[in-house]
């Protein structure tokens, strides 16, 4: 490394498509949501693809109904029906990840290995809501793995979601760190113009439903993280990216 490069303090993980290919479980608490409260809507792979692009579980609802003129006609204002709608798809959604619907990706275990036994800080900053974060982290690392993540930026703790930088900013103020010196991890467009938003170099494993994305701009493109190590350090190859980002 020169002399004056920029060294890397801190990885700040996406979760839904990075860490594990959640979005199949997320389209399947949907529809068994939407079942449940009698609405015949079935999002389709294709639909969710779609979809997707509207970055939040409620804005994508809200998407969704406006997209098919769907006429609400009831009591409730629409806010609280969405609301309720929403809660009860994320509990569908983490009794499936509790019962190990998925699995972190290829290599993603063993970075978050290497960084514990290195002492790398690890952030969390996502879209997704924080019960979620929750449910995967400890189906897939077990009881108490919340704490290898002093940072988590998730849900509506920011006003504006993905693709605004919010939640990258939010993340790297509470990590008391400069942009510079944070690298992402990222599936998707959304995902990579929040980061870059922030000014986060950023490295991209494309996920199922974010492979045809276009990610101009990333540091660094690659199937998966195992894929970028060939068998040697992941944190090695990451911060390898993260030098070349700053140089
Ligand atoms: C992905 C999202 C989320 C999930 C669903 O977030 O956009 O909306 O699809 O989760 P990220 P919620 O890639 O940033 O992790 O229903 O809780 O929003
Ligand atoms: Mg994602």
Not at 80 to 109: C, M, N, Q, S, W
Request: charged fraction near 25%.
């Amino acid at each position: 490394m020169d002399a004056g490069a920029v060294k890397l303090e801190a990885i700040i993980f996406d979760v839904d498509g990075t860490l594990a290919e959640t979005e199949e479980a997320h389209r399947q608490a949907f529809n068994d949501a939407f079942k449940e409260f009698g609405i015949d809507w079935t999002w389709s792979q294709a639909d969710y693809k779609e979809l997707l692009k509207t970055t939040g579980g409620k804005e994508r609802i809200r998407a969704h109904m406006d997209a098919i003129g769907f006429q609400y006609d009831s009591a409730d204002p629409v806010d609280e029906f969405v609301k309720r709608l929403h809660a009860r798809k994320t509990e569908i959604y983490t009794a499936a990840i509790e019962k190990g619907a998925v699995d972190l990706r290829p290599g993603v275990r063993e970075l978050i290995e290497e960084c514990r036994a290195s002492g790398m800080t690890m952030a969390i900053a996502t879209t997704t809501s924080y019960p979620n974060v929750v449910a995967l982290i400890e189906a897939t690392l077990g009881a108490g793995a919340m704490e290898l993540f002093p940072v988590v930026s998730s849900g509506d703790i920011v006003r504006k979601k993905k693709p605004a930088p919010d939640i990258f900013v939010k993340a790297i103020e509470d990590l008391g760190l400069a942009a510079g010196r944070c690298i992402a991890l990222e599936d998707s467009a959304n995902g990579l113009k929040s980061a870059l938003g922030a000014g986060v170099a950023t490295l991209i494993t494309p996920s199922i439903y974010t492979h045809d994305d276009d990610f101009a701009g990333a540091s660094k493109i690659t199937p998966t993280l195992a894929d970028l190590a060939g068998g040697d350090s992941i944190l090695a190859a990451v911060a390898n990216c993260h030098a070349q980002a700053q140089a």
